[in-house]
């Protein structure tokens, strides 16, 4: 065995051999290691810090700026974002091993801040440390998306409107509720262009102006898919870009059903009125007087010939008097306290002390009992 010697590049020292598992590491390139402790640590810096770093955040909605494009950041405030962007600025020495940071941030005025990061590790066995102080700067702006909502900008409207009827409270709050949530989706993917830039109550119905097409449509198609209806879109030539390209804006009208679940309508024919359960699609239901299912044909659709009596929510609870037979009950009339026969539906409970009914045009029903729904 021989005591082989290897000297320092820079100074001539003798420094102790390295193992043939440190001169092959990859990570190691031999001629830093040769370096003797001394010449190494008189160049050794540990951490790489810029002298400031200016953030351009937009003052409405909290985004970064970075590189060529604005990012959500999901930042509670502007020194989270200060943290934020001095950890991807701040870089250390790769030999260093254990290294352990940490940063007190001091807020010099509303758009400085100041980050004294503290940095500590391990270096060819030696402990290192160092403290560098960063001023970030804070830029408020308003971005790209930002600005566009507060132009009013918009690509396409979806009007919310029914037949025969205003849309009801649970409809056009459902829309708006849709709206965002596809919205939303889409901000979680990251997409930026995806915003309502406003939703606004109309004398018959609703207005959402959306910033693209294909979210218009979406929120049009899930509308009719929940409540039935039609939708049909048309469009408007609004202006030319800068490459002379035409920009069509798009109307989504969304038409919904004449009836709802819940209504209580008279077709007019000798099954008595029906109860409606379903608009999508041919209008179902279930008849007052029997209970038996009813739907509409293919012709009439959703909007079969018919009068509105009532809903659900119109019924009032009344005393049920005697169960006559399969077919009829006597109840209350919540009018006129007297006992009456009507028709007993396959819903009416026999045990009942009360049933809701509803007294209209057509007489009096006794509804089903939905106060447990
Ligand atoms: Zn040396
Ligand atoms: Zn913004």
Not at 89 to 109: K, R, S, T, Y
Not at 347 to 359: G, H, I, M, Q, R
Request: with cysteine; charged share 30%.
């Amino acid at each position: 065995m021989s005591e082989s010697r290897a000297f320092c590049p820079r100074c001539g020292d003798a420094v102790p051999e390295r193992s043939a598992s440190d001169a092959n590491d990859p990570l190691r390139p031999g001629a830093e290691v040769e370096l003797c402790d001394s010449c190494y640590f008189e160049d050794f810096d540990f951490v790489d810090a810029p002298d400031r770093i200016d953030v351009r955040v937009c003052s409405r909605c909290g985004a970064v700026h970075r590189g060529k494009r604005w990012v959500d950041v999901g930042a509670e405030d502007y020194t989270d974002i200060a943290i934020e962007e001095v950890s991807e600025a701040l870089g250390v020495h790769v030999d260093v091993e254990d290294v352990a940071w940490q940063i007190d941030p001091e807020q010099v005025d509303q758009n400085t801040i100041r980050m004294h990061c503290y940095f500590t590790g391990v270096v060819r066995g030696t402990p290192v440390d160092e403290q560098v102080t960063v001023p970030v700067k804070i830029a408020r702006q308003t971005c790209t998306r930002c600005g566009r909502i507060a132009g009013d900008y918009y690509a396409s409207i979806v009007q919310i409107r029914a037949e025969d009827r205003t849309p009801t409270t649970e409809e056009t709050e459902r829309a708006e509720e849709i709206a965002n949530r596809i919205v939303a989706d889409m901000e979680e993917t990251g997409d930026r262009n995806a915003f309502v830039t406003e939703t606004s109550e109309t004398p018959d119905g609703l207005n959402i102006k959306i910033s693209t097409n294909k979210i218009g449509k979406k929120i049009a198609n899930k509308m009719i898919e929940e409540f039935g209806g039609t939708v049909n879109d048309a469009e408007t030539l609004v202006t030319e870009d800068e490459d002379g390209n035409e920009v069509y804006r798009v109307t989504f009208a969304v038409r919904l059903p004449p009836y709802t679940p819940g209504d209580v309508i008279d077709l007019e024919d000798d099954g008595g009125p029906v109860i409606v359960r379903s608009a999508r699609g041919n209008l179902k239901g279930v008849r007052a007087t029997t209970g038996e299912r009813y739907e509409a044909s293919y012709e009439e659709g959703n909007s079969p010939e018919a009068r509105r009596l009532g809903t659900l929510e119109d019924a009032v609870e009344t005393t049920v008097v005697t169960v006559e037979d399969d077919n009829a009950v006597q109840v209350l009339d919540p009018e006129t306290y007297q006992a009456k026969t009507v028709a007993r539906p396959d819903y009416f409970d026999p045990d009942a002390e009360t049933v809701p009914v509803l007294k209209s045009r057509a007489g009096l029903h006794v509804l089903p009992d939905e106060r447990d729904d």
